[in-house]
């Protein structure tokens, strides 16, 4: 296996969600010395907003045990009614119950526990979230995806036909409203948001086309936002298309020197230390608690 050396790409490469697969599909395969970061694992069914809000409110939602609890979420279990959660207790007939956040109920942790362990991993990864806001020496390209079947705000009452175009839509004016909230927070950080839509693993004639409509009318540049498209994750994907789809983004937007975009699509370089450091970290622990 080789990796790209961290000094070809001189970049802060960030996730934003909505789930696991920007840091899981990309970024820990092309860039292995970023460390964990706050939006690494988990799920977010709200949207790109309640991102910025964490972030502009330095995180302050998630220094408490008390900011987090075990709760029935909805995606889970169909016939719980989402409602801000004042208590931990548990619904009667409710079967799965995630960690959540207590302040924003659409914020689900997958791979946690409610320990205090968790906590403190949640405030290691966003202290250094905010130092790489602070970093003026480096650029920062964020990435943000959401899926075309997922509803809007966590409402999974409402039917499965879900709107594209209204989806679409909710991307692009979330990902000004991040651009103009992080440039106004952060003056100094150089930076682009990369805001993508994860479309269907085979073509589906409403959901694709407007997708496609969508991308050609942004394919112009848009002031520090990029949109793309990723391809669903399947169990029946054998030739892996959607992690080539991840490699795609990262050749078509992360590939910072020039040279790289000559000849091969990726050169990598063997980077022996930091290969033996995630492979030593992937035994001693599970990689979200990093």
């Known amino acids: 296996m080789k990796i790209c050396h961290p000094f070809i790409n001189n970049l802060n490469v960030i996730s934003l969600g909505y789930g696991c697969a920007v840091k899981t599909e990309l970024i820990r395969k092309y860039f292995p010395e970023q460390p964990a970061l706050f939006f690494d694992y988990l799920g977010n069914f709200d949207g790109l907003d309640t991102c910025t809000q964490i972030i502009l409110n330095d995180f302050q939602d ?13 995606k889970w279990n169909t016939n719980i009614e989402l409602k801000p959660i004042s208590l931990c207790a548990n619904p009667p007939g409710t079967t799965q119950n995630m960690l959540v956040s207590r302040h924003f109920v659409n914020i689900v942790f997958y791979h946690y526990k409610h320990t205090i362990d968790t906590l403190q991993s949640f405030k290691r990864k966003s202290e250094r979230f905010q130092k790489i806001l602070k970093d003026t020496n480096r650029q920062t ?11 809007l705000n966590g409402n999974y009452a409402e039917n499965n036909d879900y709107s594209i ?31 993508l839509i994860m479309e269907p693993f085979t073509f589906h004639e409403k959901v694709t086309s407007a997708i496609d409509k969508f991308l050609q009318q942004k394919a ?16 029946e994907d054998k030739r892996k298309l959607s992690s080539k789809s991840w490699g795609r983004i990262y050749r078509r ?15 990598t370089i063997p980077f022996k230390v930091a ?13 979200c608690f990093k």
């Open 275 to 287: 290969r033996n450091c995630q492979q030593l970290r992937k035994k001693s622990m599970p990689y």
């Open 62 to 74: 998630f220094q408490e045990m008390d900011d987090l609890c075990l709760y029935p979420h909805p």
């Open 141 to 151: 390209v964020f990435l943000y995806y959401r899926q075309y079947d997922e509803p």
């Open 220 to 235: 112009t540049a848009t002031r520090k936002i990029v949109y793309d498209r990723v391809l669903t994750s399947v169990s």
């Open 253 to 267: 937007h992360l590939i910072t020197n020039p040279l790289l975009r000559m000849g091969k699509a990726c050169l």
């Open 165 to 195: 175009d209204e989806k679409l839509s909710r991307l692009e004016s979330e990902s000004i409203r991040f651009r103009d909230a992080i440039e106004k927070q952060y003056p100094s950080l150089q930076f682009k948001l990369i805001s």
